[in-house]
């Protein structure tokens, strides 16, 4: 090492109290620590204490996350002093001495970003929210505190009854898959599953090993894989039923007489445009897809149910006012029969390939939460 940079490093210890330390003279910051069998990647071990899901945006296709992720990795070439007795804590680890934040700049740190991220908030009061520790065997942990929107391709071709999956990918810039090495750390307890209540929806979390693809060469990574299963209690409450009821109200304009024009239409045309502004407020929910979607074929439907009795009633009025009283009579109690026979065989199509959408969701979401 450069006397420079040893004069760093001594003025550093000073203020931050790393006097405590034995740091190689040959050291430098840029270099990767090698392994104890330097033919071998670098072994580095990561734990991640998801806080909370902040968000779920389905119109921009994302997701909020706030995170601790604490990396472990051993460097030879820093070392606790052997005449130290006094440590800041002990864990499973060893012992271990706690450093300043401001060291990091001065010692290797891993390359790690988050793929498809958006932004990334640190969240700041006085003092960065990050650690350092150097434990006796020369293991080194890195904690830190931080919260980002990631990018999260939807599809909504089975909504309300969908379930989505979330791929957060944390990645090594620079070092291959032969250089480093991430893992998830093997013990549950390491990682913290928050006990969240999502306003529409069910999760479960997935922690798997992960080499990038992408590029000519593999470079390092870990994969968080988030399983969003959604809840239907919301969309029966607030599009099933109210629909249903329209469709029925719409039905009943055909008991009418014939004769109350203004009451036919005024009913009809109401139960109309009450579905059709239902189907713009479901849209709103969802980003601008080019495919229908389960809830689409449902909506769609009930609005057709609707403007085909008042098809029929003015075909009914119009027959009325034509002298073909008897006819018009006979159609009507046709359509009477025919239109809600219908609309019960639409329903016993439509519902058992909801329901049992809702329950495979449902038990995998069971299933992994016992895993869990």
């Given at each position: 090492?450069?006397?420079?940079?040893?004069?760093?490093?001594?003025?550093?210890g000073c203020?931050?109290?790393?006097?405590?330390?034995?740091?190689?003279?040959?050291?430098?910051?840029?270099?990767?620590?090698?392994?104890?069998?330097?033919?071998?990647p670098?072994?580095m071990?990561?734990?991640?204490?998801?806080?909370?899901?902040?968000?779920?945006?389905?119109?921009?296709?994302?997701?909020?996350l706030?995170?601790?992720?604490?990396?472990?990795?051993?460097?030879?070439?820093?070392?606790?002093?052997?005449?130290?007795?006094?440590?800041?804590?002990?864990?499973k680890?060893?012992?271990?001495?706690?450093l300043?934040p401001?060291?990091?700049?001065?010692i290797?740190?891993?390359?790690?970003f988050?793929?498809?991220?958006?932004?990334?908030?640190?969240?700041?009061?006085?003092?960065?929210?990050?650690?350092?520790?150097?434990?006796?065997?020369?293991?080194?942990?890195?904690?830190?505190?931080?919260?980002?929107?990631v990018?999260?391709?939807?599809?909504?071709?089975?909504?309300?009854?969908?379930?989505?999956?979330?791929?957060?990918?944390?990645?090594?810039?620079?070092y291959?898959?032969?250089?480093l090495?991430?893992?998830?750390?093997?013990?549950?307890?390491?990682?913290?599953?928050?006990?969240?209540?999502?306003?529409?929806?069910?999760?479960?979390i997935h922690?798997?090993?992960?080499?990038?693809?992408?590029?000519?060469?593999?470079?390092?990574?870990?994969?968080?894989?988030?399983?969003?299963?959604?809840?239907?209690?919301?969309?029966?409450?607030?599009?099933?039923?109210?629909?249903?009821?329209?469709?029925?109200?719409?039905?009943?304009?055909?008991?009418?007489?014939?004769?109350t024009v203004?009451?036919?239409?005024?009913?009809?045309m109401?139960?109309?445009?009450?579905?059709?502004?239902?189907?713009?407020?479901?849209?709103?929910?969802?980003p601008?897809?080019?495919?229908?979607?389960?809830?689409?074929i449902?909506?769609?439907t009930?609005?057709l149910?609707?403007?085909?009795?008042?098809?029929?009633?003015i075909?009914?009025?119009?027959?009325?006012?034509?002298g073909?009283?008897?006819?018009?009579?006979k159609?009507?109690?046709i359509?009477?029969i025919?239109?809600?026979?219908?609309?019960?065989?639409?329903?016993?199509?439509?519902?058992?390939?909801?329901?049992?959408?809702?329950?495979?969701?449902?038990?995998?979401t069971?299933?992994?939460?016992?895993d869990?």
């Amino acid at each position: 090492m450069s006397s420079s940079n040893s004069l760093i490093l001594l003025l550093l210890g000073c203020v931050f109290g790393h006097h405590q330390l034995d740091i190689a003279e040959n050291y430098q910051s840029h270099m990767r620590p090698l392994a104890q069998d330097e033919k071998k990647p670098l072994e580095m071990v990561a734990a991640l204490n998801l806080r909370n899901i902040v968000d779920i945006s389905e119109t921009r296709q994302q997701i909020t996350l706030e995170t601790s992720l604490k990396l472990y990795w051993k460097d030879k070439n820093i070392k606790i002093k052997k005449d130290v007795t006094e440590f800041d804590g002990t864990d499973k680890n060893h012992d271990y001495i706690l450093l300043d934040p401001k060291f990091m700049k001065d010692i290797w740190m891993p390359d790690i970003f988050i793929d498809q991220s958006i932004n990334i908030r640190v969240p700041n009061f006085y003092t960065t929210p990050a650690s350092i520790r150097v434990y006796n065997n020369s293991l080194i942990r890195l904690s830190s505190r931080f919260n980002f929107d990631v990018a999260c391709p939807m599809n909504f071709s089975k909504y309300p009854v969908d379930d989505q999956t979330c791929l957060v990918m944390f990645e090594s810039f620079s070092y291959k898959a032969s250089q480093l090495n991430m893992t998830w750390d093997p013990n549950k307890k390491a990682h913290n599953i928050p006990k969240v209540e999502l306003a529409q929806f069910k999760y479960h979390i997935h922690r798997e090993p992960y080499t990038t693809k992408e590029y000519t060469e593999p470079f390092a990574g870990l994969l968080l894989r988030i399983h969003l299963v959604r809840q239907i209690d919301f969309h029966i409450i607030q599009t099933y039923l109210p629909s249903t009821i329209l469709v029925i109200l719409g039905y009943l304009v055909l008991f009418l007489p014939a004769k109350t024009v203004p009451g036919r239409i005024g009913l009809g045309m109401m139960t109309y445009l009450t579905l059709t502004t239902m189907n713009s407020s479901n849209k709103s929910m969802l980003p601008q897809v080019s495919y229908m979607t389960f809830m689409d074929i449902w909506v769609i439907t009930c609005i057709l149910f609707v403007f085909t009795t008042n098809v029929v009633s003015i075909i009914e009025i119009v027959m009325l006012k034509s002298g073909m009283v008897l006819v018009g009579k006979k159609f009507n109690l046709i359509c009477k029969i025919l239109l809600p026979a219908l609309f019960i065989v639409f329903n016993t199509v439509y519902w058992p390939i909801i329901l049992i959408q809702y329950w495979e969701n449902k038990t995998i979401t069971a299933v992994h939460r016992d895993d869990h």
